[in-house]
Structure formats: C-alpha cells, structure tokens
Nanobody, 126 residues
Framework: QVQLVESGGGLVQAGGSLRLSCAAS????????MGWFRQAPGKEREFVAG????????NYADSVKGRFTISRDNAKNTVYLQMNSLKPADTAVYYC???????????????????WGKGTLVTVSS
C-alpha cells in the first residue's frame, strides 16, 4: 500500500521559512519522480515543484521560483520542500504526489497523479 505522509506545516510570518517533508512508503520511492502541489482556500489545486528520481531535474511554478527549493534523500525515502521568503499568498494545504510509474513531468498536472498524501497546512500571516 502506497503512503505519502507530509509534515512540517505551520503558522509563520511573512518573510519567514518552513521546510516540508514527504515520507514515502509502499513503493520504491528512490526511483520515483515526486511533486509538490498546493491548494489555497477556494482555489484549485496547483503544481508547486517537482524533482526527478535522482534529483537531476527539478522544476517550479513561476510563483515560487527563487524562493522554494525541492530536494530529496533517497536513503530516507523522503522529499523536501524548503520554502523561504514566504508570502500570505503561499497559504495553502501542501501535498506531495506521484503517478504509478514515478514519471518525471515537464508539465505536472493534478489529474496526472495517482498517489497523494493527506497534506500539511501552511499559514503565512501578514
């Protein structure tokens, strides 16, 4: 059974930082590309960042480029999202996800993912 478990969310002031973690089990996470998505209140879920299985490739939504960094530790089956210079607009529930084949996407789509975690809430106060 595939499980993705996010952690690290919380309340932070604008300009602050948080690091999210996504622990994977039930699959060979080290061979899977992984993505982070987020869903703000009243909005659709959207792509944030993606990383290939060997960290050789990463991509980011324009809204987070230069502020967020995705990384992974395959020995721990964990993917991270370092979030710096946070803005109130970053307030959302953050999810990690992958598809059943661990595909790397140049264009990550919500409807292309097969496995999702339950999410972790990030709240950025002004």
């Amino acid at each position: 059974q595939v499980q993705l478990v996010e952690s690290g969310g919380g309340l932070v002031q604008a300009g602050g930082s948080l690091r999210l973690s996504c622990a994977a089990s039930g699959l060979s996470a080290s061979s899977y590309a992984m993505g982070w998505f987020r869903q703000a209140p009243g909005k659709e879920r959207e792509f944030v960042a993606g990383v290939s299985w060997n960290s050789g490739s990463t991509n980011y939504a324009d809204s987070v480029k230069g502020r967020f960094t995705i990384s992974r530790d395959n020995a721990k089956n964990t993917v991270y999202l370092q979030m710096n210079s946070l803005k109130p607009a970053d307030t959302a529930v953050y999810y990690c996800a992958t598809d059943r084949h661990g595909t790397w996407f140049s264009n990550w789509r919500v409807d292309g993912m097969d496995y999702w975690g339950k999410g972790t809430l990030v709240t950025v106060s002004s």
